[in-house]
């Protein structure tokens, strides 16, 4: 993994938009419509290879296929694991509960947001769709630089979030289960030559979907539980060969329930990936930076903190992120840093919050504020 050397390096965090078509395509299976594996396959390989370049222009040093294949950024899973055969009602955010009317506003009628549900035993099945996720990649790529591009993956713990178990006895047979199943994906990516990142917003957005009538303890307890299953997923892959992404849940909303970052961050920093991707720049979180003022951050431990926002239209100011990516690095080290977004642009096929064009508006403004940066930093 690169680190900022003699400059800022800059990147995202997995998922950008698709284009329409390719949404069509995607969500065929559940609107009725037919659409052969092969045409989906072709489509796929082409938007890779465009999205790959796309961001090459821009800037961005550290790019992926921004998830065109996935339908979803969790929910993907269910085509490469078996025992989802179930469904169930979906986790619902407590802020949008304590705020009702914008809640269906943003999401319509949360009883019809219907997720799988694991009824029966969890193996991996999906060796040939990772497969074609690399070959994708490497493809788009070109000219052999795998090591400076990076795979998303689900971590068991935001699976479990959004995916309720009806079949193991425990909790953590069911978690155990589903690290042991996705560790053939964690290390057929990382065997590939690529960086792999494995989401995990369970650890910060679980405390207000899954724990809110919890204490803050207890959420710590459920965090480090996480923290321990995943490290058992990822024991045979080097740290500086993993990213590990972790939010608040990427959506415009109140957030008046989000745990504090300074409550999760020694856990957080116990995780086996050696770069840990967080939000700092909505309303809600761009204050946290100075959690790191109290925080020691362990040898080989590299930050990218979200440096645009991923739910708003405006396209930040390059100053502004130059900014916030100075302060930063002033605390910690300018070689510890990179700067990221704050989440996906499209953790879900089809809904972009922000317009596909200003998103590469966006991502251009992060490269030249972290231009900006670097001029100051070195």
Same mark, same amino acid.
């Given at each position: 993994?690169?680190?900022?050397?003699?400059?800022?390096?800059?990147?995202?965090?997995?998922?950008?938009?698709?284009?329409?078509?390719?949404?069509?395509?995607?969500?065929?299976?559940?609107?009725?419509?037919?659409?052969?594996?092969?045409?989906?396959?072709?489509?796929?390989?082409?938007?890779?290879?465009?999205?790959?370049?796309?961001?090459?222009?821009?800037?961005?040093?550290?790019?992926?296929?921004?998830?065109?294949?996935?339908?979803?950024?969790?929910?993907?899973?269910?085509?490469?694991? $078996?025992?989802?055969?179930?469904?169930?009602?979906?986790?619902?955010?407590?802020?949008?509960?304590?705020?009702?009317?914008?809640?269906?506003?943003?999401?319509?009628?949360?009883?019809?947001?219907?997720?799988?549900?694991?009824?029966?035993?969890?193996?991996?099945?999906?060796?040939?769709?990772?497969?074609?996720?690399?070959?994708?990649?490497?493809?788009?790529?070109?000219?052999?630089?795998?090591?400076?591009?990076?795979?998303?993956?689900?971590?068991?713990?935001? @699976?479990?979030?959004?995916?309720?178990?009806?079949?193991?006895?425990?909790?953590?047979?069911?978690?155990?289960?589903?690290?042991?199943?996705?560790? $053939?994906?964690?290390?057929? @990516?990382?065997?590939?030559?690529?960086?792999?990142?494995?989401?995990?917003?369970?650890?910060?957005?679980?405390?207000?979907?899954?724990?809110?009538?919890?204490?803050?303890?207890?959420?710590?307890?459920?965090?480090?539980?996480?923290?321990?299953?995943?490290?058992?997923?990822?024991?045979?892959?080097?740290?500086?060969?993993?990213?590990?992404?972790?939010?608040?849940?990427?959506?415009?909303?109140?957030?008046?329930?989000?745990?504090?970052?300074?409550?999760?961050?020694? @856990?957080?920093?116990?995780?086996?990936?050696?770069?840990?991707?967080?939000?700092?720049?909505?309303?809600?979180?761009?204050?946290?930076?100075?959690?790191?003022?109290?925080?020691?951050?362990?040898?080989?431990?590299?930050?990218?903190?979200?440096?645009?926002?991923?739910?708003?239209?405006?396209?930040?100011?390059?100053?502004?992120?130059?900014?916030?990516? $100075?302060?930063?690095?002033?605390?910690?080290?300018?070689?510890?840093?990179?700067?990221?977004?704050?989440?996906?642009?499209?953790?879900?096929?089809?809904?972009?919050?922000?317009?596909?064009?200003?998103?590469?508006?966006?991502?251009?403004?992060?490269?030249?504020?972290?231009?900006?940066?670097?001029?100051?930093?070195?």
């Amino acid at each position: 993994m690169r680190c900022s050397t003699d400059r800022i390096l800059t990147t995202h965090v997995g998922s950008l938009a698709r284009p329409s078509d390719l949404v069509g395509m995607l969500l065929a299976p559940r609107t009725g419509d037919e659409v052969s594996a092969a045409a989906l396959a072709t489509r796929v390989t082409s938007a890779v290879r465009d999205v790959v370049e796309q961001q090459r222009r821009c800037g961005l040093d550290v790019v992926n296929d921004g998830e065109m294949g996935k339908i979803g950024y969790a929910t993907y899973v269910t085509d490469r694991l $078996t025992g989802f055969d179930g469904s169930g009602p979906g986790p619902v955010a407590s802020d949008l509960l304590d705020f009702p009317a914008y809640g269906r506003k943003l999401l319509g009628d949360a009883a019809d947001r219907r997720m799988p549900v694991c009824t029966g035993p969890i193996a991996y099945k999906g060796d040939d769709a990772v497969r074609r996720d690399i070959e994708n990649l490497a493809a788009a790529l070109g000219d052999g630089a795998a090591g400076e591009a990076f795979i998303t993956a689900a971590s068991p713990g935001v @699976i479990s979030l959004f995916m309720q178990n009806a079949h193991y006895p425990t909790y953590e047979s069911y978690a155990y289960a589903l690290a042991d199943a996705m560790k $053939t994906e964690y290390d057929t @990516i990382s065997g590939a030559g690529f960086l792999l990142q494995v989401d995990c917003p369970d650890l910060a957005m679980g405390r207000h979907v899954a724990f809110a009538a919890a204490t803050v303890k207890e959420f710590r307890s459920y965090a480090e539980l996480q923290v321990e299953i995943l490290n058992h997923a990822l024991r045979d892959i080097a740290p500086d060969r993993i990213r590990m992404h972790l939010c608040w849940g990427n959506y415009e909303g109140p957030h008046n329930r989000d745990v504090a970052f300074a409550d999760i961050i020694d @856990i957080v920093l116990k995780a086996r990936p050696a770069a840990i991707l967080f939000e700092a720049a909505n309303p809600r979180h761009e204050h946290e930076w100075m959690v790191f003022e109290e925080t020691a951050v362990p040898h080989g431990k590299v930050l990218v903190p979200g440096t645009i926002d991923t739910t708003t239209n405006f396209i930040e100011h390059p100053e502004l992120v130059a900014q916030r990516i $100075t302060r930063l690095a002033r605390l910690v080290g300018r070689e510890r840093v990179i700067a990221g977004a704050d989440c996906g642009f499209a953790g879900y096929a089809g809904y972009n919050m922000v317009d596909p064009d200003i998103m590469w508006a966006k991502c251009q403004a992060l490269v030249e504020g972290a231009r900006v940066a670097s001029s100051r930093l070195w």
